[in-house]
């Protein structure tokens, strides 16, 4: 079946929110004896279901998915965490001969999964504090002109008034000693022993933003704002990370009474459509993506992709055989 056996096939869907990635990423799994696997900053996170568009169990189709609800609403996402549970979950998959079947929502992720993470130094709270008095005692401008001393290439990079983005720069030059830049070009470990399959799906941007809507009004029918309510009355800190999600901070306003539902529901709808046309510029930019335009619950590209993948020489069966 593989030309090199020491190479594994993986697949890997990119798109916007909405495009129906789960939905393809099943009938993949189903196809080709796989597995689904979730790369997903929001869905990592227990009992933020709703929102974060968590395939049910129907949808699913008895499917295993993986790397869905493995972190509690205290812990931190980050893409170096992400990468570990990967490799772990890619280890089990290929012991049990089974199709990993990324869908994939968070661009970061992917890369670090694939291309690796650069040694980056830990955050250092006492630095931050000094370099955050810095910019309270200096003129504006003045943290990145710090930068442009240590690293003019990353100052070229990074908005003068992005203090988060300068803080973290200035913060790895003066502990890893060396430009940030130098940083992240060395040190990373890509992934190996896999063959990577880029699947894209770009729905006509009206009807994605449309669905986008459609999808808003059927998360609020299911209960969305019970969830929200379940989980501040479990006693969750109210600043805990998922509560910034799309979605969930409007539900948590609408609960405080600071805005209406109708309010929410199209501030909801506009947050998505602008984190869809991100999604699409990060995506775009991924190399090697074979694109399908429409959704990937629509039958005619779920046939369209399944024959790219055949010729690409994955069969089922015999996927690691």
């Given amino acids: 079946m593989r030309e090199n056996k020491a190479l594994l096939p993986l697949v890997a869907i990119v798109?916007?929110?909405a495009s129906g990635k789960s939905a393809l990423g099943v009938h993949i799994a189903e196809r080709f004896g796989g597995e689904v696997v979730a790369c997903d900053s929001t869905?990592?996170?227990r009992g933020f279901d709703i929102g974060t568009a968590k395939p049910g169990l129907s949808e699913r189709k008895g499917i295993p998915h993986h790397l869905i609800d493995v972190l509690a609403p205290t812990m931190a996402a980050t893409a170096g965490g992400y990468r570990e549970l990967a490799l772990q979950?890619?280890?089990d998959l290929r012991r049990r001969e089974r199709l990993p079947v990324f869908t994939v929502g968070t661009g970061l992720y992917l890369r670090?999964?694939?291309?690796?993470?650069a040694d980056v130094p830990q955050r250092s709270e006492k630095l931050r504090e000094r370099l955050r008095a810095s910019i309270e005692?200096?003129?504006p401008g003045h943290l990145h002109h710090v930068l442009k001393r240590l690293d003019p290439e990353a100052a070229g990079k990074i908005a003068p008034a992005d203090e988060q983005k300068l803080i973290r720069a200035v913060e790895v030059c003066v502990l890893a000693r060396k430009p940030i830049s130098e940083v992240h070009r060395t040190g990373r470990v890509p992934l190996e022993g896999w063959r990577v399959l880029k699947i894209g799906l770009m729905p006509p941007r009206e009807k994605l933003h449309e669905r986008i809507h459609a999808r808003t009004d059927a998360m609020l029918e299911r209960g969305w704002m019970r969830e929200v309510q379940a989980l501040l009355e479990s006693g969750l800190a109210q600043d805990a990370k998922p509560f910034d999600f799309i979605g969930y901070r409007e539900m948590r306003a609408v609960l405080r009474k600071e805005i209406t539902l109708e309010v929410a529901r199209t501030a909801i709808q506009q947050a998505t459509r602008?984190?869809?046309k991100r999604q699409l510029t990060w995506f775009r930019k991924e190399p090697g993506v074979q694109w399908?335009?429409?959704?990937?619950d629509d039958p005619v590209v779920q046939a369209g992709v399944i024959d790219w993948l055949q010729s690409q020489h994955l069969e089922h069966p015999e996927l690691f055989g």
């Fill in 15 to 17: 798109g916007p929110t």
């Fill in 43 to 45: 869905q990592l996170y």
């Fill in 89 to 91: 979950t890619l280890e």
């Fill in 112 to 117: 670090a999964l694939l291309e690796g993470l």
């Fill in 137 to 139: 005692e200096h003129p």
């Fill in 274 to 276: 602008r984190y869809a």
């Fill in 292 to 296: 399908f335009s429409g959704f990937g």
